[in-house]
């Protein structure tokens, strides 16, 4: 038996499709260089083999969101540039300079938190400064931007930092025609205009996320940045399926069918009896539950493909393990359960158990936990050995 067929569960991550994925949103933001987010962890996907994977299709940028990941990024050996953005007070500041890592200024604290590393660094920090144009989350408002970028200019003209770029986050991007898509794009370009004409010279500027990527190409810029799209799944149903999008998904999510029972009818299942068989019938179970990132939500409801067929979640899903019912069916214990996939098997998606749970398909491969071991198929000789072919 190969070590992949006797996991408990596995999370089979595609990179062929990541690459494929990577390659055909260059192209939609042709002119614009392509940073890919591998934030938590790759989105669930594994941090370090999708980030190899990205540069070998083009991705000339990676982003994260804790400097903590950048920083990992840059301890496996994965060069270029490398953008961080969800800063605290006292977050590793010289670490992140001395690996030359782009860290992200939104307020004066983190500015002046910067140039306090950069001295003790020995070396110019790069920054780049973000503006809230509208998602009123991070970032520096409107009315406080002529300070922030003064302030940036005072320490670039001292040596302190150079600011790579100016940049912000859409806030309605997977609805189209939103009026606050253009909105943001108009304060943008006057945050734009305005630190330019005060001296900032960035490498880039850049505002689209994966939906932006996709549909607003006035948003590309200099840098479109890629999440979960890179990963094959539909930011926002209103856009589109994967397929439609011209994405594949990376993430197939199996466990193995750990017993195969008969049972009457009448008889509960799981945990406060929220389903019982209508008939004389079969139970299969599913040694994966919400410790594994299973979502809870999705009890009574969540789709699985075993045996050929689709089965939905009978009862609760308990921490480790839940039910299907077979309907009299008798695979094989040892048998797969694809909870999502691309589909091409009649399998359920992400998206599908999205809507099972009453939440975004973001949230679905995030959500995997560790104890879910990640299998990667496709990989390169570069991917496995860390190179980065050229």
Same mark, same amino acid.
């Given at each position: 038996m190969n070590e992949?067929?006797?996991?408990? &569960?596995?999370?089979?991550?595609?990179?062929?499709?990541l690459r494929a994925n990577v390659r055909v949103l260059r192209e939609r933001a042709a002119g614009a260089q392509l940073m890919a987010v591998v934030k938590s962890d790759g989105y669930g996907h594994g941090a370090v083999p999708c980030a190899r994977a990205a540069r070998a299709a083009g991705a000339t940028w990676l982003g994260?969101? !804790? %400097? =903590?990941?950048?920083?990992?990024?840059?301890?496996?050996?994965?060069?270029?540039?490398?953008?961080?953005?969800?800063?605290? +007070?006292?977050?590793?500041?010289?670490?992140?300079i001395e690996a030359d890592i782009d860290v992200s200024a939104g307020g004066m604290w983190a500015l002046r938190e910067i140039v306090v590393a950069a001295e003790?660094?020995?070396?110019?920090?790069?920054?780049?400064? *973000?503006?809230?144009t509208g998602l009123g989350r991070g970032g520096c408002q409107p009315a406080d931007w002529p300070e922030?970028?003064? #302030?940036?200019?005072?320490?670039?003209? #001292?040596?302190?930092?150079?600011?790579?770029?100016?940049?912000?986050?859409? &806030?309605?991007?997977?609805? @189209?025609?939103? +009026?606050?898509?253009?909105?943001?794009?108009? /304060? $943008?370009?006057?945050?734009?205009? $305005?630190?330019?004409?005060e001296g900032v010279d960035p490498e880039v500027r850049h505002?689209?996320?994966? @939906? #932006? !990527?996709? !549909?607003? %190409?006035?948003?590309?810029?200099?840098? /479109?940045?890629?999440?979960?799209?890179?990963y094959g799944i539909s930011p926002a149903p209103e856009l589109g399926t994967s397929a439609e999008l011209g994405l594949r998904p990376v993430m197939t999510l199996?466990?193995?069918?750990?017993?195969? *029972?008969?049972?009457?009818?009448? =008889?509960?299942?799981?945990?406060?009896?929220? $389903?019982?068989? %209508?008939?004389?019938? !079969?139970?299969?179970?599913? %040694?994966v539950g919400y410790a594994d990132g299973v979502p809870r939500h999705a009890s009574g409801s969540g789709p699985v493909l075993v045996g050929g067929k689709v089965r939905t979640v009978a009862g609760r899903i308990a921490m480790d393990q839940f039910v299907v019912d077979?309907?009299?069916?008798? @695979?094989? #214990?040892?048998?797969?359960? /694809?909870?999502?996939? @691309?589909?091409?098997?009649?399998?359920p998606t992400a998206q599908d158990w999205a809507e099972a749970a009453g939440t975004i398909a973001y949230e679905i491969v995030t959500r995997i936990g560790a104890r879910v071991p990640r299998v990667y198929v496709n990989e390169t000789a570069d991917e496995v050995t860390g190179g980065v072919p050229r």
């Open positions: 992949t067929a006797s996991l408990r &569960a596995r999370a089979e991550i595609d990179l062929a499709a994260t969101a !804790t %400097p =903590h990941e950048a920083l990992a990024l840059r301890a496996a050996g994965l060069d270029g540039r490398i953008m961080c953005w969800l800063w605290t +007070p006292g977050g590793p500041w010289r670490e992140a003790a660094a020995g070396r110019p920090a790069r920054v780049q400064l *973000k503006a809230d922030l970028v003064g #302030a940036a200019r005072d320490a670039e003209r #001292a040596g302190h930092l150079r600011i790579t770029g100016l940049w912000s986050h859409f &806030a309605c991007a997977d609805e @189209p025609g939103h +009026p606050s898509i253009a909105a943001q794009l108009a /304060v $943008y370009r006057d945050l734009v205009a $305005y630190a330019e004409k505002l689209a996320n994966s @939906p #932006a !990527t996709l !549909t607003i %190409p006035e948003a590309h810029f200099d840098l /479109v940045r890629t999440g979960i799209a890179m199996a466990a193995a069918v750990a017993l195969v *029972k008969d049972a009457p009818a009448g =008889h509960g299942v799981s945990y406060g009896h929220h $389903y019982t068989t %209508p008939a004389d019938t !079969t139970l299969g179970l599913i %040694p077979l309907g009299g069916d008798r @695979p094989e #214990a040892g048998a797969e359960a /694809v909870l999502f996939g @691309p589909g091409d098997r009649g399998e």
